[in-house]
DNA sequence: TGCCATCTTATGGGATATCATGGAATTTTA
DNA sequence: TAAAATTCCATGATATCCCATAAGATGGCA
């Protein structure tokens, strides 16, 4: 099985901005972390730019690999290629659970998204998402309501099987 | 796994042209050293020519070899070949880092990007920028700004999906 | 089914190493 | 020989490591 990231939860950070990553998703970034190996911690990629400001976006090594892969097969110097490279590289860094799965927030990054003492996970399938939780819970409420308003044909539920590939 | 150049970040640059390289891309330019052993310091290449004169790029040993590669294979003596010469083997030169992971920029290559007391470094994948902060928000502010008025399918994001291999 | 032993998880505190940065001393070079 | 470049040493801040503990979760067994 290939396993996902499911699920959300609610971590406290520390002063030192030390979190716990649930541990449902460590055994995810282990499975994705290609030199991963028992009694070791594995590396992922945490993306803090990109088109949504408000959280930061976990990705295991194999899915965000796959990602500068494409990207590499952009003409080098090309515009695509280095607005991809500014949010996907430049936005982003590698991280590394420590041994009790926790890892530490910049306050860089604490900043960028509004964290204080407490971070919301969250899965989503092939990356999860860390939030402030004001702003989680907001973003759900503002997702309610865009969904509600959904004419038949836009909603996303049933376009999905029409997608069969 | 092989590192890329990721993440963001701020440095001083003191009165003789010292700027630490991040932590982190000294790493990758370790790696991208074939001559490096530990013990001593990787060397690599800036380029400081070419299209865009507002910033230097960074690139280790391996991966100036592959660009350099690439202009072989285009015909001696044609304009694209020469004009390519210029910009990456003309207008570039090795560095070195310290025993404390700085380089020193010289005046020349302060002036040619225009930075005072700070340089952001800014990771890009195979290669890195160094920038005068404030035209690095510009720049930054620049490429927000045509991404949103990108139509869908000018988006690089989701021209991405449409390489799969 | 209820209880206990064990493992995992989430969290905290203190010690240690690494990083970023500055200044002085020494060498090189023009 | 003065200016520029390089080497060496010093230090505060940050990040990392190591150990500790309490609460759950898990599993075995009577």
């Known amino acids: 099985m290939i396993r996902r990231f499911r699920g959300e939860s609610l971590h406290k950070v520390d002063a030192k901005g030390r979190v716990s990553v649930p541990a449902a998703f460590r055994r995810v970034l282990e499975e994705g972390d290609p030199d ?7 590396n992922f990629v945490i993306v803090y730019g990109g088109v949504r400001g408000n959280c930061l976006e976990g990705y295991t090594i194999n899915s965000i690999s796959k990602v500068d892969k494409l990207i590499s ?3 080098r110097f090309s515009k695509d290629r ?3 490279e500014r949010f996907i590289n430049t936005q982003s860094t590698y991280m590394q659970l420590d041994e009790t799965g ?3 927030l910049s306050h860089r990054l604490k900043e960028k998204i509004g964290i204080g003492d407490e971070a919301i996970f969250a899965g989503m399938g092939e990356k999860f998402q860390i939030w402030e939780p004001k702003n989680y819970q907001n973003e759900l409420n503002a997702l309610d309501s865009s969904f509600e308003n959904l004419s ?3 909603n996303p539920f049933l ?3 029409q997608l069969q590939d």
Not at 36 to 42: N, Q, V
């Open 82 to 84: 280095e607005m991809l």
């Open 159 to 161: 376009k999905l099987d």
């Open 102 to 104: 926790r890892i530490v």
């Open 36 to 42: 991963f190996s028992r009694g070791s911690s594995p």
């Open 73 to 75: 097969k952009l003409p």
């Open 152 to 154: 038949e044909d836009e």
